[in-house]
């Protein structure tokens, strides 16, 4: 039989790039672009195309396993291996209750379409809150908390590709392959830049970085790190006080402007400029670049959202969105609102402030500013405990400690605030159960890890993208390889889990059947049912499509519903002083350095150089530093460092880089191993790098709400390592 080609999906990273696979024989010849998909355009990343070795790596979990009592795993049928999950479970919550059980839903968890739907199910089953997901990591602030607190608009924001201007804030996404609707789209990120800078396209950059696309932009405002909140006060205070608002968006769906007003009367330019490390003429320019418009939007990325003030900084550039107006009005189409969401009428208008969101859910047992937060999804509100303190809620004990914990395509002693306080919080538990498709540094603390189907040996479709396109695309995807022994996919755990517990699931959409385990492609029927358009007719088709359903044109507000979005919400006014306060907060002796996150082009999170390719292009996460630092520290490129916080220390490469300001070091999150000195990972550093979440008290400046804690623009300081 001749070798087949088949459409799929990429399903490395949240891209969703779509691919043609030549399959001969249930093996994967050749994985390629698909040079036929009307969006993407053929386009497709370095990191994507590397599923071809994934599939057969030889570190890959190709059975479940089960840890014995030397610490060694020996392999196990999975279903054996759920039979004693199951049975411990069912113990653990008869003796602490369900809220001692919990799921970590990694990264790679939100690549399968049903897992989270599944998994909610699952704890909503057992009654149990602690369902906490990686987005909490790093941007519980854009997803949650700033709608909450601001309110939002239900017909949508200006789109990226008839914007007339952008400001990108600490994103970079011709590197990391993620933005958020209005920023550079995800798929094919160059192709997009390139075409909105054709057509005139205005881009302003605020970054400590020079990175890739603040080299493109027309103007990039390389601050000082620390200092965003305050520079786009700034830019507000100049929109307002030279009258550039949208006055009548603002008198008809805004509360509290002249509030807002006075209070940013003290952030001019001229005070934030200093402070932040650039001219006031930049501030000034930028804001009357980003006001002239008159489409475009304003969006963050991770950095500063891991960084200092992250909920008045995600206010700001949402106030700044709303009181220029950069939202759709009514008469005009409405963005793709997605082909899997319910059809239905959409208005232009707005909702208020969500607080019940912030405020009525069950509260972290390690602070009552703390609870569980609200992400605002295309299908409706969606509850989860905030990932920042789950340590905690593991180690403190009394009602509610955590004793039981799934982690689902994450690796939690490389991704959570505070290495140390981890590796504790996971050796503590009475039972860690890792899905994963190599044996992480988590892994091998798991008493057992199930072997997942890779995501070529799965169904799926496009579900987390739905409306991060301006058109109506999605693409269904079958599996393009049969998975070999008893894999499982990710929400097949639960499923099996919940069978073995005598449990019945339900998805927003009706009950999932418990007697007999249904397909995926009826798991999915459920969860899309209603939809614009059927997913039985995506999934009738090969590849991926734009769908030829009507335009949905904004109807005018009605007077019945419509509220207004909160520019000055409580708690505001004490973010703002302490953003005023630091602009004037010295820089410590002993710490003269500011440590900022970045993301690397041959890795996603923890995963990426075991591949060989990957692996070619670095295996450690360097210590990006300015040269004229390097040269006054006596530290030569490539010279082992270590790079010291208040809370710990870390040994680093040090790599001279003209792109990073003085006073800053970029390095990557995500790297190195276990803490534990019998790992040897320091050691190791040139072969794995090194963890940045070792730097961190994670209770330390934690936000209120989400408890995030700082994660970048953490003062350090450097030098040379004896010996090296």
Known sequence: MPAETRKTYCRFCHAYCPMEAVVDNNRLLELRPDPENPIYGGYTCVKGRQMIEQIDHPGRVQRSQKRQEDGSFAPLATATALDEIAEQLRSIIEQYGPRSVASYNGTYSFQNSAAHDVARAFHAAIDSPSFYTSVTIDQPAKVAIGPARMGFWHGGGHMWNDADVALIIGNNTLVSHFSIPGGIPSFSPHSALREGKQRGMQIICIDPRETE????????????????????????????????????????????????????????????????????????????????????????????????????????????????????????????????????????????????????????????????????????????????????????????????????????????????????????????????????????????????????????????????????????????????????????????????????????????????????????????????????EIAAREGGHIYPVDDIILSPADPRTAERMELFPEGLERELESAFADLDAASSAEFPLLLVSRRMKNTYNSTGPELTLLGRKGTTNPAHIHPSELQALDIADGDIIEVRSAHGVIPAVAAASEDVRPGVVSMSHCWGASPDPAAQADARVRAIGANTNRLINNLENAERYSGIPRQSCIPVAVGKVPGH
């Open 213 to 536: 696309v603040a080299r493109r932009a027309d103007l990039h405002l390389q601050v000082r790190p620390g200092h965003d909140a305050a520079v786009v006060a700034a830019m507000l205070h100049v929109i307002l006080a030279e009258e550039r608002h949208d006055h009548e968006f603002c008198a008809q769906h805004l509360s509290s402007l002249d509030t807002l007003r006075a209070a940013l009367e003290r952030f001019t330019p001229a005070r934030v400029a200093p402070a932040a490390g650039i001219d006031a003429s930049q501030i000034i320019e930028a804001a009357r670049v980003f006001a002239t418009g008159p489409r475009g939007t304003a969006v963050t990325g991770t950095g500063p959202e891991m960084g200092p003030h992250p909920n008045l900084l995600q206010h700001l550039v949402q106030t700044l969105n709303a009181i220029c107006g950069r939202h759709c009005r009514a008469g005009e189409r409405m963005p793709n609102p997605g082909v899997l969401t319910p059809p239905g009428p959409r208005f232009a208008q707005a909702s208020g402030p969500q607080r019940g969101w912030l405020e009525d859910g069950v509260r972290s047992r390690v602070s009552p500013d703390i609870g569980e937060t609200v992400v605002l999804t295309p299908y409706g509100p969606r509850s989860e405990m905030p990932t920042a303190v789950i340590s905690d809620e593991i180690l403190t004990p009394g009602e509610g400690q955590i004793r039981a914990l799934l982690c689902i395509g994450g690796n939690p002693l490389l991704a959570w605030p505070d290495q140390a306080k981890t590796h504790a919080a996971l050796a503590s538990l009475d039972l860690l159960v890792c899905v994963d498709l190599r044996m992480s540094a988590t892994a091998q603390m798991a008493d057992y890890v199930l072997a997942p189907k890779h995501c070529l040996e799965r169904e799926d479709v496009t579900l987390l993208t739905d409306i991060w396109h301006d058109q109506p695309y999605s693409q269904y995807t079958r599996n393009v390889l049969e998975a070999d022994g008893d894999k499982l996919e990710e929400w097949e755990i639960f499923w099996e889990l919940a069978q073995r517990l005598g449990l019945e699931l339900a998805t927003d959409n009706g009950p999932i059947n418990m007697q007999q385990k249904p397909s995926k492609f009826e798991l999915l029927e459920n969860i899309t049912r209603g939809s614009r358009v059927p997913i039985s």
